[in-house]
């Protein structure tokens, strides 16, 4: 008989090493290598004679049998989601503690069951009492929802298969679960797995769509269900600072639908209210215009979004040196930005900290963004406010180029059709728009000339 080599699972990213380490190989996480025993399928080889049962084929068009996409009642819940559940599909809820997922899909269980639909919404966390409470808080007291607090799967799908399958399953969470069938504790990533497969299975077979909420580490990654993302249809993060208003859902994969569309939320005292068009909402609100803000016309999907930024340049007297801090954005991009603007356009901020944010606790990844982020340093450094109602939008390269970025004239319309009544950006970004005045800027120093030069 073969020898059965031992085997040690990260519980943080499920990877797999051969010997045991201080640090996986992987995430570098420390800690989390864990022995395993493999399981006998994957050293057995199949015995064809045994004989199995025949699959069956079908063909691609089966008629009658389309996508029918249902509703949750929360329009923003629906649009990130790529149009609402898909019946017998698996989503995958991740997002920092407290940033509110029970309180979303709560209200959606609520809004679905009011309709007329099954739901079932078990709590491995809070005791149903606690769940109750919160339902009759947010004025959802009356709503038909079923409601259990739970944390053992078999007695879940016991339950399950003794009654009609319901339109929507949520388990909160899925680290709180356990299988009596599988070693380990709840939150393991051999426990997280098994009872995810399970509850999958029973969601593929029933036609219920089945949301499991995860919760994510400090790195960002969903800690142990990053070994869920392959096994489930749908990824969604549930995202903000805890601090703000806003919350920010997001699709990270979807096999079902686009992943750029986000749901926005502000958390308010009576839960999570919609915010069907949040193209002002990240902008401060100021009429005046100050030194080191700057207006970015980003894109959230198919909706644009202005969002502020702000930055701000201390000069220091002493050698000490100087800090960079980052809110909201990338800080090796920054390095990038101020190495350009120092390069290429001789500016000086060798000797001064520098500070950026980004209004409103949103996180900016477009690289669009750079020539705002650039607008905002120089007229810091400066002390010259940009020009009143601009906005200001392009790629900028270590060259010192001003790129052209995507969908460049929607975001220019949407800021004409806010009141702004300047636009600056890459060559050719004013093609086709009206009703804003927009400037090309091909190269960085223009930008500096441009704003230095300004009364
Ligand atoms: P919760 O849904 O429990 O977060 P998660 O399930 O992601 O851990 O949300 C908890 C936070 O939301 C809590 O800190 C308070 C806040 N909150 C409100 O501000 N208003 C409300 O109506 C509710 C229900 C929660
Ligand atoms: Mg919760």
Known sequence: MAKTKRRYICQACGSVSHRWQGQCPDCAEWNTL???????????KHDLSSGGRRIEFVPLDVPGK??????????????????????????LMGGDPGIGKSTLLLQASA??????REVVYVSGEEASGQVRMRAERLGYKDAPIRLASATSVRDILTTLHAMEPPALLVIDSIQTMHSDTIEGAPGTVSQVRGCAFELIRYA????????????????GTIAGPRVLEHMVDVVMSFEGERSHQYRILRALKNRFGAVDEIGVFAMAGQGLEEVPNPSMLFLSGREEPMAGSAIFPAIEGTRP????????????????????????WDTGRLAMLLAVLESRCGLN?????????????????????????????????ADKPLAARSVWLGEVSLAGEVRPVAHAGLRMKEAAKLGFDQGFGPPECGQGVSGIHCEELSILPKLVDRIVASE
């Open 349 to 381: 901020f060798s000797t001064a900290e520098v500070y950026l944010n980004v209004s409103g606790g949103y996180r900016l990844s477009d690289p669009a963004a750079d020539l705002a982020v650039a607008a905002a340093l120089v007229s810091a450094l």
């Open 305 to 328: 979004v202005l969002i502020e930024i702000q930055a701000l340049i201390v000069r220091l007297q002493s050698g000490a040196t100087p800090r960079r801090a980052v809110v909201g």
């Open 34 to 44: 864990v022995e395993d025993t493999p399981a006998s399928v994957f050293s057995q």
């Open 204 to 219: 593929k077979q029933s036609g219920a769509a089945l949301i499991l909420v995860g919760h994510v580490t400090k790195d």
């Open 66 to 91: 389309a996508l029918k996409r249902q509703t949750t009642g929360l329009n923003e819940l629906d649009r990130a989601l790529g149009g609402g559940l898909v019946p017998g599909s698996a989503i």
């Open 111 to 116: 809004a679905i069951a009011r309709s007329g």
